[in-house]
């Protein structure tokens, strides 16, 4: 309730009105009103983009021929008549092909009937069909069981009076349409075939439009997509017709392949019209999914209908089972996987899509739309979505992958990954370009605050196990890395262990604890420190890991370092050199004066006042330069001429 003045009541002020920091923009909305308005102009414009679609993939596929001929010195013109008409005539072949084909299946109908009748007499006298009969039977018996209460109604209604007229018998009319004139009886023929005759002649047009004017549609699209970066999109447009191409080239040889090695079998198995279900299986491998489910079912259809006995059908049957996961799971991924650049779920996703949207059309041309999207968003950066979706390109780097799995608690994920990693890179490259980086992001978090103290305690178990199940692991590179190139996470030259074992140990070295790993105060520094251990150790350096809270200014007195060479401090220090890294190498080098130091900040923002700020030997910013100044000082040590350094007691 308000409080009253002289002047009136007091009116309270308006509260402040502060938008939440998670408070999404208006502008979202934006994306999905652009998505809903492609989609509905692609639905309602399927009758005109259909054919521009079937003409622009096709000229990818045409285009390296037309460029072929021009090459030979023949004109534009002619190249791309030439061209047109070889694929006319093709398509015109294989159609003559199959309607020949067809209309000598039609004439022994009549007697694949009469296979098909004998079978099913023989089906129904086997003891499967008496079964079928037996349990169709009570079917019967039960549903007869009703029939008296039925022909009790019916008697109980009145009987008919005997002086009653009977009742009139209903007028049969008969109502006849006039014959069709000719040209009603010539549309009713021609309009199945006007629509595919009229898209037909649509793509055949655009075709020649677009092999004619290719260089000028290139330069128009470059345009569209931005002159200022012609080298982007130059290299846009050649990828997606370098991927088109093969993928075209590579499934058609494919389908060719299958269609051939069906029509043989089924000519070496005696089922007729081999040529027919030969071509039949070749164009329905086009389709995705079902197209081997159909190329299958109609010739194990006939085999069964010609055949009195069932060997035929087994034998067809076999066929394809052993012919289809061959090609499917076999040969399609060494072609496909380099060819499309698609992930198994964008290839179905996109076959629901299209399908939806144009029809068995759409199921035909969805990969190829598919991937011209993909290389799109490979190159537009507007468009990277479409990539991140449907392409076979990890979504995640390895470094974000470990991270993802150390920080939903899952060790187990995380050393899969870790094995998958290994068989092309050496424990140590691991380490230094995954799980290195993979804590940074994890230290960066916590800087940020963002990382609960239960997140913080499973990221650190997380790491700690994936550390000891790789301590029986050989520190070496994999005899079948990567050449070279960056095909994985580290090619041959990144994946081979650095800072090799030395030759000669000095006997001092080898005992446990001379080299003392020093954790920072970090929640990962103690794990990073663990990691230059298990390295040093399997150079056969005696090593040993001391937590930070040992070497506290209330317990620096009784901390017993042993048989120290050497004191490696090693801390995640994301935002500089802290402070208690100061004190502690003060702390350390007043307990130990005559024992090297060295300070490794791995992944800092800023190491370049470190050497002034730590007062230290060395001072290293990798884990790979705090193992090979390490190895660099014990070859020293072990040098001809040199004596080894006898540990100062622990009372210095």
Not at 80 to 107: H, P
Not at 205 to 230: K, N, T, Y
Not at 423 to 433: H, I, M, N, P
């Amino acid at each position: 309730m308000a409080s009253m003045t002289p002047e009136g009541p007091l009116i309270p002020p308006r509260p402040t009105r502060i938008a939440a920091a998670e408070t999404p923009r208006a502008a979202m909305a934006s994306p999905v009103v652009i998505a809903a308005v492609i989609i509905a102009g692609l639905y309602f414009g399927r009758e005109i983009l259909i054919p521009i679609a079937i003409a622009l993939l096709l000229s990818f596929v045409l285009g390296p021929l037309v460029h072929f001929l021009r090459r030979v010195r023949i004109p534009r013109l002619l190249a791309v008549g030439l061209t047109v008409m070889l694929t006319m005539g093709v398509v015109a072949a294989l159609a003559t092909l199959i309607g020949v084909q067809v209309a000598d299946l039609a004439g022994d109908v009549p007697r694949y009937r009469a296979t098909i009748e004998r079978k099913v007499e023989g089906l129904r006298e086997s003891p499967v069909g008496r079964i079928t009969e037996y349990v169709a039977g009570i079917g019967r018996a039960i549903h007869e069981a009703g029939a008296p209460e039925r022909g009790d109604k019916q008697a109980d209604k009145p009987a008919a009076e005997p002086g009653a007229e009977p009742e009139p018998k209903p007028v049969v009319v008969e109502t006849r349409q006039p014959m069709p004139g000719p040209l009603e009886t010539a549309e009713k023929l021609l309009s199945p075939a006007l629509k595919p005759l009229a898209t037909a002649g649509i793509v055949v047009v655009v075709l020649i439009f677009v092999l004619m004017q290719r260089e000028d549609l290139r330069d128009r699209m470059i345009r569209l997509a931005g002159s200022s970066d012609l080298h982007r999109t130059t290299v846009a447009m050649d990828d997606a017709a370098r991927r088109l191409s093969r993928y075209f080239v590579a499934q058609l040889a494919l389908n060719a392949a299958f269609g051939v090695a069906i029509g043989a079998g089924l000519y070496l198995i005696g089922v007729p019209n081999p040529v027919l279900w030969g071509i039949f299986a070749a164009l329905m491998r086009f389709v995705p999914y079902i197209g081997a489910f159909l190329c299958a079912l109609f010739p194990m259809a006939l085999a069964a209908a010609v055949d009195p006995g069932w060997n035929m059908l087994i034998a067809t049957g076999l066929l394809f089972v052993v012919l289809e996961p061959l090609v499917g799971q076999i040969f399609e991924p060494m072609l496909y996987g380099h060819s499309t650049g698609l992930s198994p779920l964008a290839v179905l996703v996109s076959a629901l899509f299209w399908t939806w949207l144009w029809g068995p059309i759409g199921l035909l041309l969805s990969t190829p739309l598919t991937v011209c999207l993909v290389v799109l968003g490979r190159h537009v950066d507007k468009l990277e979505f479409l990539d991140v979706l449907f392409g076979n390109t990890p979504a995640l780097t390895p470094v974000e992958n470990f991270y993802q799995r150390i920080l939903a608690d899952d060790p187990e994920e995380a050393q899969e990954h870790a094995d998958l990693i290994l068989a092309e890179c050496s424990l140590s490259a691991y380490y230094d370009t995954v799980v290195v980086k993979g804590l940074e992001l994890a230290a960066r978090d916590a800087a940020r605050g963002v990382l609960t103290v239960e997140q913080k305690s499973a990221i650190r178990e997380s790491v700690t196990e994936l550390i000891e199940e790789l301590a029986e692991r050989d520190d070496a590179a994999p005899e079948d890395a990567p050449t070279g190139g960056g095909k994985g996470v580290c090619d041959r030259e990144d994946g081979v262990p650095f800072a090799p074992k030395p030759p000669t140990l000095p006997e001092a070295w080898t005992r446990s604890g001379a080299v003392l790993c020093v954790a920072g105060r970090g929640f990962l520094d103690e794990a990073a420190a663990a990691i230059l251990a298990q390295l040093l150790a399997k150079r056969g350096l005696g090593t040993r890991v001391v937590p930070f809270s040992d070497l506290a200014r209330a317990k620096i007195d009784a901390f017993e370092p042993g048989p120290a060479q050497l004191v490696c401090i090693v801390s995640l220090a994301i935002a500089g050199e802290p402070t208690h890294l100061r004190r502690l190498a003060r702390r350390l080098r007043q307990r130990l004066p005559k024992v090297p130091l060295l300070v490794g900040l791995w992944q800092a923002d800023d190491v370049a006042t470190a050497p002034t700020a730590i007062p230290a030997e060395t001072h290293v910013a990798t884990l790979r330069g705090a193992v090979e100044a390490v190895v660099g000082m014990v070859r020293e040590e072990g040098a001809p001429g040199r004596s080894a350094r006898t540990p100062e007691p622990a009372e210095a």
